[in-house]
């Protein structure tokens, strides 16, 4: 130890001892104090800043935002459902069955508003038909539906759950479900997203009817028709290629 350590290390020694012992004492007891409290703090959960694990919900919070939100994508898809469901018929063995995105233009074409009037979710789905010829060739697209569900989403009152979640195997469903977030989000994630929160829409009509034909299920006895119209797909612009 050099000669200046030395008169350090005896200044303190010093002004160690001319301290009080009641003050040191008080001091002593305010750092027992002071470690009770922060061992107490330390085992309470509730506190994040002592806590090694992170909650699920703050690593929800910590992940990345979705690109759309829920609010957008269901409002996007609710307004596909009513759209392509009252044409339906007209559809159901076209689009199936289209090869190139360029013959899914031309049906879409057909069936929307002109230009200058056309919402937001149709120029959505008209700018992404490649989209949406991957996800009709794709093994998730429902292409026959077992008639019990059918039945359950045509015959159940609107407010029970099995029956939005029977609707929401319907193929037109199920295309609005993996387009509403296309080109935000890839069809698939669209899809899982919307799947999660089915519609509560009501069937159209004319899919109504279509389905309860095919299926054998009887017409209810108080369907009332009256003022109800079948919306009439113009004829598809040329250039497009065969339909």
Do not use: H
Request: aromatic share 8%; glycine share 2%.
């Amino acid at each position: 130890m050099n000669k200046r350590e030395k008169n350090r290390e005896n200044s303190l020694t010093q002004f160690s001892q001319k301290q009080p012992k009641e003050r040191i004492s008080e001091l002593e007891r305010r750092v027992t104090e002071l470690e009770k409290d922060f061992a107490m703090l330390k085992s309470l959960s509730v506190l994040p800043v002592f806590s090694d694990e992170v909650s699920d919900a703050e690593k929800k919070k910590r992940g990345r935002r979705e690109k759309i939100s829920d609010e957008v994508l269901f409002q996007y898809r609710d307004e596909l459902i009513l759209w392509l469901e009252p044409i339906w018929l007209w559809m159901v063995d076209r689009l199936p069955t289209a090869r190139t995105a360029k013959q899914i233009g031309a049906i879409l074409e057909a069936v929307a508003e002109v230009q200058d009037f056309r919402p937001e979710c149709q120029k959505r789905l008209l700018q992404n038909a490649a989209a949406l010829r991957e996800f009709l060739w794709d093994e998730r697209f429902r292409k026959t539906l077992p008639k019990a569900t059918v039945t359950d989403a045509l015959t159940l009152p609107w407010e029970d759950e099995r029956r939005r979640r029977a609707a929401n195997q319907f193929p037109s469903r199920q295309i609005a479900n993996a387009m509403a977030g296309v080109p935000d989000i890839s069809w698939r994630r669209s899809l899982d997203r919307c799947s999660a929160q089915p519609s509560i829409a009501f069937v159209a009509v004319n899919m109504d009817m279509f389905y309860r034909d095919k299926y054998g299920i009887p017409m209810p006895k108080d369907r009332n028709l009256t003022g109800e119209s079948c919306p009439v797909p113009k004829t598809p612009p040329a250039g497009f290629g065969p339909l």
